[in-house]
C-alpha cells in the first residue's frame, strides 16, 4: 500500500469515527431507580442530558403533597450540576489526553 492509499484509508475511517460520534450524540439511554422514580438519561457517549423525579421519590408517604413546581424546580437544579461537572471533566480529560499525545489532536480521541 502506497503513501496516498494510506491517506485515503486514514481518511475513510476519520469520516466513520466522526459519523460514529454523530450518531451516538443521537441516541438517548435512560436509568432508573426506586421503581422508576428517579429516571436519568444520557446520549450514546455518556453526557448527561436530564432527569425526571417523581413526587413519590421526595415524599413516599404523600407524594401529593409535592407540587409540581419544587419537582422542576429540583430536577433543574440536579441537571445544571450535572452538566457542570461533565463539563469540568471533558476539560480534564482532555488536559491529560494532550500531554500524553503531545499535544497533537488525535480525531476520535476526545
Known amino acids: 500500500m502506497n503513501m496516498i492509499q ?3 484509508q ?3 475511517m476519520q469520516k466513520k469515527l466522526k459519523d ?3 450518531s451516538l450524540k443521537e441516541i438517548e439511554v435512560f436509568g432508573e431507580c426506586a421503581g422508576g422514580a428517579v429516571t436519568v438519561t444520557f ?3 455518556s453526557k448527561f442530558k436530564g432527569i ?3 413526587p ?3 415524599n413516599a408517604e404523600n407524594p401529593e403533597s409535592v407540587d409540581k413546581e419544587t419537582l422542576e424546580m429540583l430536577e433543574d437544579l440536579i ?3 450535572m452538566k457542570e461537572a461533565t463539563k469540568k471533566a471533558s476539560v480534564e480529560m482532555e488536559k491529560s489526553m494532550k500531554q500524553v499525545t503531545g499535544g497533537i489532536n488525535i480525531p476520535g480521541l476526545f
Request: negative net charge; charged residues 35%.
Open 56 to 58: 413519590e421519590a421526595i
Open 10 to 12: 486514514a481518511q475513510k
Open 43 to 45: 446520549d450514546g457517549q
Open 79 to 81: 441537571t445544571e450540576a
Open 52 to 54: 425526571k423525579i417523581k
Open 6 to 8: 494510506m491517506m485515503q
Open 20 to 22: 460514529a460520534q454523530d
